[in-house]
């Protein structure tokens, strides 16, 4: 094959893809690529799709929230890969029920990651090699970072401390394990208090969701409703990350 042949091979190929404005035809291919980048339509009538509703009717919402499929799929992805508690959700459940072997296998597959993934995570923290969000209450963490603590990073073999944070929804386990373990574990006054650990870790579930990048507007908020003396410096992150993504929907 010749270099006009392979042109005409790739041009007729495109055409096959994608209508005349550039739509994709096929339905199987544009599936794919929307789950593997998280951007594939919420589930009509579930709560995150009247969010999303109320973000379009409502464009000032996005200084809160200014992204709401791409977050809601990811977090989708990492239920899905929670062994035991994926059965609990109605996704998961719908899955292994299908008539589609490929599927049920998809499935299959989730959980057995999730075993995998939590267990390396259960490991490096019982070897104290992971960091996680550090202290919820904001000052402890200031001076928890200031001593040279880098959070969500990992220990490599050669000693080395690198972050994992980007890695979302393959290293969530990691990123919520850590979190909950260093709030109810170590960094709680009194270990014997149950009610205070149950706390702590509830807060820590939250600390490491709204540390996400696409929920920091969201903390923002809150930050800012407990924290009004220093409502300037949420305020600005909020213009900086959400008024172009409003102005875009305008």
């Known amino acids: 094959m010749n270099r006009q042949q392979r042109k005409d091979f790739i041009a007729k190929s495109m055409d096959s893809y994608f209508d005349e ?17 998280f951007t594939e339509d ?31 799929n990811i977090f989708e992805r990492f239920k899905q890969r929670t062994p035991i508690l994926n059965h609990f959700f109605r996704s998961h459940r ?4 299908s008539t589609d072997p490929a599927i049920r296998a998809q499935a299959i597959g989730n ?11 259960v490991s490096y923290i019982m070897d104290g090699t992971v960091t996680g969000g550090g202290p919820v209450d904001p000052d402890l963490n200031k001076i928890w970072r200031q001593a040279g603590t880098q959070p969500y990073t990992i220990k490599t073999p050669s000693g080395n401390w690198v972050t994992y944070n980007r890695l979302n929804t393959m290293f969530m386990p990691f990123v919520f394990l850590t979190t909950i373990h260093e709030n109810a574990n170590v960094f709680i006054e009194d270990p014997s208090d ?39 410096r949420s305020v600005t992150a909020f213009a900086t990350t959400s008024i172009p993504a409003v102005t875009r929907s305008w």
């Open 21 to 37: 404005v550039g739509r994709a035809t096929d339905n199987d291919l544009l599936n794919y690529a929307q789950k593997i980048t």
């Open 42 to 72: 919420l589930r009509p009538g579930s709560p995150s799709s009247y969010v999303q509703n109320l973000a379009h009717k409502f464009p000032p919402f996005q200084f809160i929230m200014p992204f709401i499929r791409t977050p809601v």
């Open 94 to 97: 719908e899955m292994m029920q």
């Open 111 to 121: 959980t057995a990651l999730g075993v995998a993934l939590y267990g390396s995570a």
């Open 194 to 232: 149950y009610q205070d650990r149950v706390t702590a870790g509830v807060l820590a579930f939250a600390k490491a969701a709204t540390d996400r990048t696409y929920l920091q507007g969201l903390d923002a908020v809150l930050n800012t409703a407990s924290r009004p003396c220093k409502y300037v």
